[in-house]
């Protein structure tokens, strides 16, 4: 027996370990102060109702990650895509079967849904990468100064890449990440008669949204897109702009319901990830909830609701949870029948 085999024998060198199979992982974007006992931000829920009691280091990722003892996984992306590459790349994981939940939380669009509302995305849209002129300084006939690079004018899609940087494709060019609708439609089916919360001031709130009947209903769970930008917009002309966006982009098949400033960035990552193997991008879901509106109730002016989240944030934590608790369970319990068969509806 030679040296290093007599080593291995009795255990003196480490032997080469199979990474572990993760079942599934749900996203978070922040945290208020700790990861639990505190007021939450968008992952104390998962790490307190999931029972993720378990950190788990990984290496470029330092205290954001979390497990449960059924194999559940949470990570807040504390610094943004790092955490996410660090974690994937993490050789002690296999992540060809996983499951991905995106969580976190929103601005609604009043004609869509009310604050405390949770939606699965069937595409996420990007709205960052666009031309931008001064609304007070558009053509006669533009309804704002926001429009697709190559487009000629707004609502409109690219014609030519027009030497936008290596850009040699006009399909290169599009802004809408789709999902797996088949598990999107099937999340949603699991989710839908979820018993969400609700709160008195949040409430008492929707009596202002006269002629939005949507804006006044309770809180409820729906399939409606997500679309990202980092820059943080406000008010009617941009919601607008942000429908009309979404339907250009999914050419008439989606429906503008959330708005934030991460999950264009993070689903991006998620294709790069993809591409080079390491994730299946049919497994991804993602799930916003609603903690304010994206313009102002009628009579408003657009500088007072601006950022105004108040009481629609804890209700929005606290929803986006119980919406995914029920589809985290039922991978989870059937674990068999989901590892190598992705669920549609």
């Known amino acids: 027996m030679s040296g290093l085999a007599c080593l291995l024998a009795i255990g003196l060198v480490p032997t080469a370990r199979a990474a572990e199979d993760v079942k599934m992982v749900v996203v978070a974007n922040w945290e208020n102060g700790a990861d639990r006992g505190d007021a939450p931000g968008e992952?104390?829920?998962?790490?307190?109702?999931?029972?993720?009691?378990?950190?788990?280091?990984?290496?470029?990722a330092p205290d954001v990650v979390r497990r449960n003892a059924d194999g559940l996984y949470g990570i807040v992306l504390r610094h943004g895509v790092t955490d996410l590459a660090a974690f994937v790349l993490d050789p002690r994981f296999d992540f060809h079967k996983t499951y991905w939940l995106f969580t976190g939380i929103s601005g609604v669009d009043p004609h869509a849904a009310p604050v405390g509302s949770v939606a699965w995305a069937r595409w996420v849209v990007d709205g960052d990468a666009l031309r931008e002129i001064d609304d007070r300084t558009v053509p006669k006939g533009w309804p704002y100064g926001l429009y697709a690079i190559g487009a000629s004018r707004p609502d409109t899609l690219p014609e030519n890449p027009n030497h936008y940087g290596s850009?040699?494709?006009?399909?290169?060019?599009?802004?809408?990440?789709?999902?797996?609708?088949?598990?999107?439609?099937?999340?949603?089916?699991?989710?839908?008669?979820?018993?969400?919360?609700?709160?008195?001031?949040?409430?008492?709130?929707?009596?202002?949204?006269?002629g939005f009947p949507q804006a006044q209903k309770a809180p409820f769970v729906l399939m409606g897109e997500t679309l990202g930008a980092e820059r943080y917009w406000h008010g009617a002309p941009r919601?607008?702009?942000?429908?009309?966006?979404?339907?250009?982009?999914?050419?008439?098949?989606?429906?503008?319901?959330?708005?934030?400033?991460?999950?264009?960035?993070?689903?991006?990552?998620?294709?790069?990830?993809?591409?080079?193997?390491?994730?299946?991008?049919?497994?991804?879901?993602?799930?916003?909830?609603?903690?304010?509106?994206?313009?102002?109730?009628p009579g408003m002016d657009v500088t007072h609701s601006m950022g105004d989240e108040g009481p629609g944030q804890a209700l929005a934590f606290d929803n986006n949870e119980r919406a995914g608790a029920p589809v985290i369970a039922e991978i989870l319990r059937h674990w068999d029948r989901y590892r190598d068969h992705v669920p549609s509806e």
Not at 43 to 54: F, G, S
Not at 184 to 205: E, G, I, N, Q
Not at 261 to 290: C, H, K, P, W
């Open 239 to 297: 919601t607008q702009w942000a429908e009309n966006w979404v339907k250009l982009w999914t050419r008439g098949r989606g429906l503008f319901v959330m708005t934030n400033e991460e999950s264009q960035t993070y689903q991006r990552e998620m294709r790069t990830l993809a591409r080079l193997g390491f994730v299946d991008a049919n497994r991804i879901m993602v799930l916003r909830s609603a903690s304010n509106f994206s313009m102002p109730p």
């Open 43 to 60: 992952y104390q829920d998962w790490v307190e109702r999931e029972h993720l009691d378990q950190t788990v280091p990984v290496r470029g």
């Open 167 to 210: 850009v040699t494709d006009v399909a290169e060019l599009s802004k809408a990440y789709p999902l797996n609708q088949g598990l999107a439609r099937w999340a949603y089916a699991l989710s839908r008669t979820a018993a969400l919360a609700d709160d008195p001031a949040v409430a008492a709130r929707r009596a202002a949204w006269t």
